[in-house]
């Protein structure tokens, strides 16, 4: 059974940093690529960050680049999102997933992650 499992979200003042980790388990984790979604209160799911298989190639959302990095322990299982000087607007629930295709593109489209976390909280205040 595959399952991922997001921590490191909370409640925190505009500026500040978190990350977020997703520990992956049920699945070979090096063959898939990673990704961080998110969705703020009343608006659709998006997506925020990616990782292929490797590591070696990264995509951003326009809202998040130069802010956001991620990066991927394959011995550990595991995809940080490293959050920097974060905005209200980065208030919601952040997912992370991932999608069975091995190449260098990262994806961005929802439907072609087949499985997800259960989502972490972050919320930033002005």
């Known amino acids: 059974q595959v399952q991922l499992v997001e921590s490191g979200g909370g409640s925190v003042q505009t500026g500040v940093s978190l990350r977020l980790s997703c520990a992956a388990s049920?699945?070979?984790?090096?063959?898939?690529?990673m990704g961080w979604f998110r969705q703020a209160p009343g608006k659709e799911r998006e997506f925020a960050a990616g990782?292929?298989?490797?590591?070696?190639?990264?995509l951003f959302a326009d809202s998040v680049k130069g802010r956001f990095n991620i990066s991927r322990d394959n011995s550990k299982n595991t995809v940080y999102l490293q959050m920097n000087s974060l905005k209200p607007e980065d208030t919601a629930v952040y997912f992370c997933?991932?999608?069975?295709?091995?190449?260098?593109?990262?994806?961005?489209?929802?439907?072609?992650?087949?499985?997800w976390g259960q989502g972490t909280q972050v919320t930033v205040s002005s």
């Open positions: 049920g699945l070979t984790f090096s063959h898939y690529a």
């Open positions: 997933a991932a999608d069975d295709f091995r190449s260098n593109i990262v994806r961005t489209r929802l439907g072609v992650y087949l499985h």
């Open positions: 990782i292929n298989w490797s590591g070696g190639r990264t």
